[in-house]
Structures are given as C-alpha cells and as structure tokens.
C-alpha cells in the first residue's frame, strides 16, 4: 500500500444518461385571467370560526354544516386578499389590526370523508411581510363545490 498516494487516479467512467422517470414534473402555470364581465361566478361557501379550524367531522352531515356561514359569490382567480376582505366585512374578529386568516379548503375524499386542507393565510391588514396574499383560488387546488373554512386568530 506504500506509494498509493503516487499512483495516478483513473478518470472517473461515465455512467448511463441520466433518465427520468414518468412524465416531466409539471410547471405551475399561472392561470389564464377571467373576464369577470362575461364569466358567471361561482357559490363559495366559507366558515369561519374564531381560533382554528372547523373540525372534518362538523360536514359530515350535509345540511348540518356549521351554523357560521357566509356565502360569496366569486371567481376561481380571487385572491386570498380579496377573500380577506370579504370576510372583515362580516366577522368582527377579523376586523383586529392584528388578526391572522388562515384558510383551508373542505371537501369529500375518495371515501366520501370530509378532508380539511390548509392553503395559506393573510393578515387582516396587509403588514408589507410575504404572505399569501396574491395567491389565487384556482393556484391552490380548488375545485367548484369546495367549502372554504376560515380560522381567524
């Protein structure tokens, strides 16, 4: 083993291309704006509570949804800051300077379980840090008859 240190290195061999495996990973694309003039808009229907989030088991039962319902007619490109401002104007405690949003979408699995998903949050003024604010419906997943719940804390 004396003189290993002398022998010279042999250049690294060159392995097979590198392959990828299934299709390409989508790009998250923008969506195309809607003409809010030509487009119908959309029954959101979003609860609030003070705190946290609605529990999955509290939309089980349909037609026994949580009593705190708003319902807002909107467009899938709506942002999170839009919808802030929608709910200020009807739930007090997210009128406080200091109140944070968070949002997360309600719908069936494929068991036909609720599932709650939080998406993002916004603070009720905007305070200049990154937020989620320009993050719109349709970049987050939603789909027409999801339930939106909102925690306001």
């Not at 042999?10 to 390409?24: D, F, I, L, S, T």
């Not at 119908?40 to 946290?52: A, D, E, W």
């Not at 939309?59 to 919808?83: C, H, M, N, S």
């Amino acid at each position: 083993m004396a003189g290993m240190g002398d022998m010279p290195m042999r250049p690294a061999r060159p392995g097979p291309p590198m392959q990828h495996r299934g299709p390409p990973p989508m790009a998250r694309l923008r969506p195309e704006p809607i003409d809010r003039e030509k487009t119908c808009p959309l029954l959101l229907r979003v609860f609030t509570k003070v705190g946290s989030h609605h529990q999955n088991e509290e939309f089980a039962v349909r037609g026994k949804e949580p009593k705190d319902e708003v319902q807002i007619y909107t467009w899938k490109d709506a942002t999170l800051r839009e919808l802030t401002d929608l709910v200020k104007e009807v739930a007090l405690p997210a009128r406080r300077r200091n109140a944070r949003l968070s949002f997360a979408f309600v719908y069936p699995d494929k068991n036909g379980r609720f599932v709650v998903r939080q998406v993002g949050s916004t603070f009720s003024y905007v305070h200049g840090r990154g937020g989620d604010d320009a993050k719109t419906l349709a970049e987050l997943g939603f789909q027409i008859g999801d339930y939106l719940s909102v925690a306001i804390m």
